[in-house]
Every structure is written in structure tokens, then in C-alpha cells.
């Protein structure tokens, strides 16, 4: 977002006399045309020097006349003046660390709380400069510019970021722009140190600052930056997605999206926005707590909607809904009970189109989802709502089982293609890589597998194993007939499912579960 700096505005703050307005200015933009030497230490010494007196000088002089802005107008210029020289750092690297070795950064972080709010909002323009991480990362003295990171964070530049925001208007231009530095240096600082960042965010109440902000109805870049800066904040960060459910912030990412229920983003940005926004959402339902309060907050009623009107949103419901089903049985049941069965199998039985079509890689993303769903519906649903689960496989004569089988065909021709590929090229990759140990190649070997269609082939077993050790015969019977005239092995099956249990994620109580789960499934199927 381009917005010009209006700086009529802050002498106006400070006296009413137009002929003074326009003589300031002109010394404003007189200070910025000066061309500056290469900075080298002494320079910068210099530079700090005259900082620190001008600081103190328009302090001194706001205490001793208050009330008499034209008394402290001068010290005012010639602060903004000096912060403007500031801006020099960003291009001098080397003197990062000096930087914090002299003292400099409680100086500059102390203005973001100036009276005078445009000198706050120069030093979040510097700040945002300061911490960009190209500029770090890819200079020779990044452990300088990661030092002055810290010192910031360690200074408390997050908290004072969150008070200035209470003191800026974005329906003023320059405000706005601030907005945007400030979100910018949220970012840049979640890039250079995550954890920190993540942890100062989240004590000084910027999540919960920035849910509010995606609240506002218009439209804008701050808007889509903010769902950004979320998404960030909440990437893998279990204590921030917690957050998010322990207060209304996800009452109220849930309010921001059902605007989007029965209605497609107008533009390209505003799809992004709703991009991020499930980005968020599918981060906070990581947490078992949160899945409750989802629940509760009729996340799922509202998801379904979602899926049924085949809008923009309607893939993005079914991803979210994925991560709201993984291991909650609760869930489950109340997808189940809110009539989620007939959305789910139509778009099993591909009689539904899931929003907007689609490429190959699309129609592979909703059979991962449409089947993970299916996999915990399967196995965690109780009593009635069970009994509904098993009676769709059962209905139209057996065709969702027709069904299950043809994509285990399908995605086992393709795991299959993709293991002689990997086998053609395993020489190559010996010699490209001799000193890989063997472990790391194995992994990565897997991961080209489940990305190949490895992964949906055990959601899809994971399914078939769970049916055949259901208590429904018909179920059973009907299965077996069918692998047996496709010429499926059930050692083939199980040889997939045995893999999937040797890379499974989560807990280690969870990991334990799930693998004496299915491990007795295994038993039981290999005496059918």
C-alpha cells in the first residue's frame, strides 16, 4: 500500500501559523535532500550523539512548556531531522552490533511513546527498515543484525508496538501506512527469531489486537496483511493457537469467515485474505482444547454450510473440517448428527463439485481430506452415529465400497509408478549425494511416496481395514468379494497400513493408541 507522508500534519500539531507551517516544511524537506558520507563508526557515534541531545533537548522542552507548543516547535524539527539520519543505519551493516554496544536501541524504541505521534510513526518506518531480513540474513555481518533483533525484543519493541497501535487512525493516511511498517515488523522479526517473536506477540496482546482488526468490515491491505501475520504468529506455535481458544478470538475468526458463506471474495486479494483466514483457523484446531470450543461455537454447523453452497470457500471448509475431526470423537459425532454424512459421500462419490475446478492437483488434495474425514468418522463415531457411518457404505448396494476399491486401484497404480521411478533414479541420487546417510535418504524417499499418492492410499486402506473389522457382516462380505475380483491382497493392505503405523505422528500416547488400534484390526483381518 503506497501512502505519502503528509508532513503539514505534524507541524499543525504543533502550532496554527501557516507562514511557520511552510517555513518548517521546507527545512523538513531541505534535511532530506542532504547527501550523506558512508557511515563508519565515528560517524555513527556522532550521529547518536546528536540523537540522544536533540531526544533529550524536545523533552526537556514539551516538560517546561506543555502548553506552548510553539515554545518546543524547533526541538521538534530538529528531533525528526536527526531520526530521519537514523535511517542511514539500514544501509551500514557492519555497525549493527555498535549499534547495541552504544546504547542506542532503549533511545530509539523510547519515541515510539512520543506525544507527538508522527515522531512515533518515523521510528516504526526506521524500525521496519532495521529489521527487514534480507537485508540481515544476506549480509556479511547477520550476526550483528540478529543482535540488534534481540536487543529489540529484549527491549520490549513489541509491547510499545502494541500501545502505539492503540494511538494510530487509519483513516488517516499516514496512519495506515504505520499500520502497515508495524505488521511488517512483526513478519520480519518472525523470520529472524520465531519463538521470541511468537512469545512477545502473545504476551503483549497482538493476537488478540489483530483478530479485532480483521473484524472491520472494509476491505483494505492492512486487512490482508493482518491474516498474514496471523497465519505467521500461529505456525507451529502450540501456546499462540491456544491462546487464540482460551478468550473469543476464535468466536471471532469464525464470525470474519461466515461472511464469506454464502458469498465469493470480489478480487484476487480478498481470496487470499480468506486463504489465510483457514490458515489460521486449521492452526488453532491443532489444539484438542480448541476443537471444543469449535464445537461449541457451532464451527461445524458453519462449515457445513460452506460445503454445501459449492462457493470459493467450499475446499477450504472441507480442509478445515479435516482438522477438525483428527482424533475428537465429540466431533465426529456432531458432524454425524448435523447431517454432514450426505455432503461428505457426495463428494466421495465425486457427485458434487467441490468449488471452483479444478486441476489434478486439486481433485488429489479433496481425496486427502474427503478420505482422512472418512478414516476418523470410521473409527470414532459411537453408537448411532456409527451405525448411520457404516449404513452409507451399505446403501445403493454397497457403492461407496464399489467406490473405495477403485481408488485404492488408482492410488496404488500410482505409488507403484512412483517407486520405479524412485528405484530408476536411486543410483543417481548416490552419486549426487554420497555423504546423505542412509536414514535421511529413506526419509526423503517417503515423503516423495506420500506425495506421489502413498498417503491417500493408507487413508484409503486405513478405511478398508476399519470396515472389515467392523461388527456388519454385509459390510465385510461385500468387501472381501470385492478386493478378491480386483485381485487385492489383504497382505498387500496390510503391508501399507504397517508402513503408515512406522511413520506415525502425534503423541506418544497417541502414537500408542492408534498402533495397538490397528494393529489388532491387522490381526483380525488376517484371519478372514
Not at 311 to 335: E, G, H, Q, S
Not at 457 to 475: E, H, K, T
Request: glycine share 4%.
Amino acid at each position: 500500500m503506497e501512502v505519502e507522508t503528509t508532513k503539514k500534519r505534524k507541524i499543525a500539531q504543533v502550532t496554527g501559523h501557516t507562514e511557520e507551517q511552510e517555513n518548517i516544511l521546507r527545512l523538513l524537506q531541505e534535511a532530506e535532500q542532504v547527501q550523506v558520507d558512508t557511515l563508519d563508526l565515528q560517524g555513527l557515534k556522532r550521529m547518536l550523539t546528536a540523537f540522544d541531545k536533540k531526544f533529550r533537548h524536545n523533552e526537556e522542552m514539551r516538560l517546561k512548556y506543555p502548553d506552548q507548543p510553539e515554545k518546543f516547535m524547533d526541538s521538534e524539527v530538529d528531533l525528526d531531522e536527526e531520526i530521519k539520519r537514523l535511517h542511514q543505519l539500514a544501509a551500514a551493516p557492519e555497525l549493527w552490533l555498535d549499534v547495541v554496544k552504544l546504547g542506542a536501541v532503549p533511545k530509539i524504541l523510547g519515541l515510539l511513546a512520543h506525544p507527538n505521534v508522527d515522531m512515533s510513526i518515523d521510528v516504526v518506518e526506521l524500525l521496519s527498515e532495521l529489521t527487514e531480513p534480507d537485508s540481515i540474513l544476506e549480509s556479511d555481518a547477520a550476526e550483528g543484525g540478529l543482535m540488534l533483533a534481540d536487543a529489540f525484543l529484549s527491549e520490549g519493541m513489541v509491547p510499545s508496538l502494541q500501545q502505539l497501535l492503540a494511538r494510530l487512525d487509519e483513516t488517516r493516511q499516514e496512519d495506515a501506512q504505520a499500520v502497515h511498517h508495524i505488521l511488517s515488523i512483526f513478519e520480519n522479526l518472525a523470520e529472524l527469531r520465531p519463538v521470541e517473536c511468537k512469545n512477545a506477540c502473545r504476551s503483549a496482546g497482538i493476537l488478540e489486537w489483530v483478530v479485532q482488526r480483521l473484524r472491520q468490515r472494509k476491505m483494505d491491505a492492512n486487512k490482508l496483511y493482518a491474516s498474514e501475520v496471523l497465519a505467521i504468529l500461529l505456525q507451529d506455535c502450540a501456546d499462540n493457537q491456544r491462546r487464540i481458544g482460551e478468550g473469543d478470538s476464535l468466536d471471532h475468526l469464525l464470525l470474519v469467515l461466515s461472511a464469506y458463506r454464502k458469498r465469493n471474495p470480489s478480487d484476487a486479494e480478498e481470496e487470499e485474505l480468506v486463504h489465510n483466514l483457514f490458515d489460521c483457523l486449521c492452526s488453532c484446531l491443532l489444539v484438542p482444547a480448541n476443537q471444543k470450543v469449535f464445537r461449541e461455537s457451532e464451527g461445524i454447523e458453519l462449515l457445513l454450510r460452506m460445503m454445501k453452497e459449492k462457493l470459493f470457500c467450499t475446499r477450504l471448509a472441507l480442509k478445515a473440517m479435516d482438522y477438525a475431526l483428527v482424533r475428537c470423537p465429540d466431533n465426529c459425532n456432531r458432524f454425524v448428527e448435523k447431517l454432514g454424512l450426505k455432503s461428505i459421500f457426495a463428494a466421495f462419490m465425486r457427485k458434487v463439485t467441490i468449488g471452483k475446478k479444478k486441476r489434478a492437483v486439486d481433485e488429489k488434495e479433496d481425496d486427502e481430506h474427503i478420505l482422512s474425514c472418512l478414516s476418523w468418522l470410521v473409527r470414532l463415531t459411537e453408537e448411532e452415529p456409527h451405525l448411520r457411518v457404516l449404513y452409507k457404505f451399505k446403501e445403493n448396494d454397497f457403492e461407496k465400497l464399489e467406490r473405495l476399491v477403485e481408488m485404492h486401484q488408482t492410488y496404488a497404480e500410482r505409488v507403484a509408478m512412483a517407486d520405479r521411478q524412485l528405484q530408476e533414479n536411486r543410483q543417481l541420487r548416490e552419486k549426487m549425494r554420497q555423504e546423505l546417510a542412509e536414514q535421511e535418504d529413506e526419509e526423503e524417499i517417503y515423503m516423495e511416496r506420500l506425495d506421489a499418492g502413498l498417503f491417500i492410499l493408507q487413508l484409503i486402506d486405513l478405511v478398508m481395514i476399519q470396515l472389515l473389522g467392523s461388527a456388519d457382516a454385509g459390510i465385510k462380505q461385500r468387501l472381501l468379494l470385492l478386493l478378491q475380483q480386483q485381485d487385492i491382497d489383504l497382505g498387500q493392505i496390510r503391508q501399507v497400513v504397517q508402513e503408515y503405523l512406522s511413520y506415525l505422528g502425534g503423541t506418544d500416547e497417541e502414537k500408542q493408541k492408534e498402533t495397538q488400534h490397528f494393529e489388532k484390526l491387522l490381526e483380525s483381518v488376517c484371519n478372514c
